[in-house]
């Protein structure tokens, strides 16, 4: 084992994930990219960004809005402008905000890197407000103040008035979220094992939902068990849970709804929650109550599919190694690969899902992506059964270490789970590999040839 997980509270006994070390490293990592390339200074609206690069969070409440920004200039410390409260707070709580000589105040950070300041809140402001100019003005003044006006700003993501009132200002702005994804691409120490102790929490979460399923409950209250288990465990946001069950297996609907789960059903869930940040995207199938041989040979493949992917990757592979050793689309009923994408993939995970690197037929062949130590991804498969309505999906977080890779989703997988209750028939125990329709288990009619003349309904 050589990745840890640790208790969540700190101790003078242990050393443990050391938040003054994983805030310090973060920076360190993305001032390195920004010195690498040719911009003179990167400017964040996205949330994951701004943590990344300044170590603040408001809450998950204001993840849409695009009000905060950030910015990193060439040389110097991150700025944070945030708006009325949540910038005094940072002034009060946030002391390495502080930019000046000497101990740190709320005064110090307010001058330097904790600044009140407010964006476009996605249009709601009136156009002639002013807000962009200002947003406009905020960041060219600390350009200029370093000398590089004229560099080209990169920028993660903006709302159109924005970038029109940055160039309006003279500001060359280009692409900067090609440098913030590299720089978060290759997680530290104390990045993994928060993502392992997320992966943790997912565990539990898991534990308790295989006790829960049974026929009668609905994917809604699936969901509901879930998030209860990871808020209870200290999650700081449970982004969602795909419960899908039964003919909703296929194809992938990607969202639950309040089906009532049936004798036979399989159930894939989906778990993406947050722990200090960091995240997770952990698929599990069970069957409930029992699997049909189609689902149990549906999971069967899916399992081959990403165990052949996991045994591929080390540091030097390539993402075109992984997708290699996928089906093509056309393999399980797909017309191309941007018809079946998000099927067989991969991606990041760290600050967000769905980070650097991408694992997809559909660009890894042409555009291959070299897999570090370091790297911390999920790699997801899907195999549809041959019934027609059922499916499998099973994911697995794995992060990239000196000779190889470590799992860090540890609820059992390798085979297909069966969740309820076992019943009890006069001749013993109802064995868990049958026909969710009983007429097809007795001996007349086991061979499968009444399926031509009644269907699952």
């Known amino acids: 084992m050589a990745i840890h997980t640790f208790g969540q509270s700190a101790v003078d006994w242990e050393s443990r994930v050391d938040l003054t070390r994983l805030r310090d490293g973060r920076l360190a990592r993305l001032k390195d990219a920004l010195e690498a390339s040719d911009l003179g200074a990167l400017l964040a609206f996205d949330f994951s960004n701004i943590r990344y690069m300044t170590a603040t969070h408001i809450g998950t409440w204001a993840m849409d809005k695009l009000i905060r920004f950030a910015l990193l200039v060439r040389g110097a410390e991150p700025v944070v402008w945030d708006f009325g409260s949540a910038a005094r707070h ?18 110090g950070a307010a001058q330097t890197g904790a600044r009140a300041g407010i964006s476009t809140l996605r249009g709601a402001f009136h156009p002639d407000a002013g807000i962009a100019a200002d947003v406009a003005a905020k ?74 399923l049974r026929p009668g409950v609905r994917e809604n209250e699936c969901v509901g068990l879930v998030s209860k288990v990871l808020y209870d465990l200290g999650s700081e946001y449970v982004e969602g849970v795909n419960a899908i069950s039964g003919e909703r297996c296929s194809p992938h609907p990607h969202v639950y709804s309040d089906r009532l789960i049936r004798p036979g059903d399989p159930a894939f869930f989906d778990i993406l929650h947050s722990y200090m940040g960091y995240r997770t995207c952990y698929y599990r199938t069970f069957a409930v109550a029992s699997a049909s041989s189609a689902q149990r ?48 993939y991969g991606h990041g995970v760290g600050l967000s899902i769905w980070e650097k690197p991408i694992f997809s037929r559909l660009v890894s062949l042409d555009h291959p992506e070299t897999l570090r130590e370091g790297m911390v991804f ?40 069966v969740a309820g209750r076992k019943y009890q028939a006069v001749g013993g125990e109802l064995s868990t590999l049958r026909e969710s329709q009983s007429h097809l288990n007795t001996p007349e009619f086991s061979d499968g040839t009444s399926a031509s003349r009644c269907s699952r309904g």
Request: with cysteine.
């Open 90 to 107: 940072h002034q009060l709580y946030n002391p390495w905000l502080d930019h000046t000589p000497g101990p740190s105040t709320p005064a």
């Open 139 to 212: 960041v060219t003044a600390v350009l200029a103040e370093h000398g590089l006006a004229d560099a080209p700003l990169g920028v993660d993501v903006v709302e159109m008035p924005v970038l029109a009132a940055l160039q309006a200002a003279g500001v060359d702005v280009v692409d900067g979220q090609q440098i913030f994804l590299q720089a978060r691409s290759i997680k530290t120490k104390d990045e993994i094992s928060l993502l392992a102790q997320a992966c943790a929490m997912v565990d539990a979460a898991y534990d308790e939902l295989y006790a829960f």
């Open 378 to 417: 999920a790699l997801e498969t899907y195999w549809p059964a041959s019934d027609g309505w059922s499916a499998a999906r099973i994911e697995e977080e794995v992060v990239v270490t000196a000779d190889g890779c470590e799992v860090i989703t540890k609820f059992p997988a390798e085979e297909l789970l």
């Open 297 to 344: 040979d549906a999971y069967q493949r899916c399992r081959e599919f990403i165990d052949r992917a996991i045994a591929l990757v080390k540091p030097g592979a390539t993402t075109a190694d992984i997708v290699s050793v996928w089906p093509t689309a056309a393999e399980f009923g797909f017309g191309d690969e941007m018809a079946a994408f998000g099927l067989q």
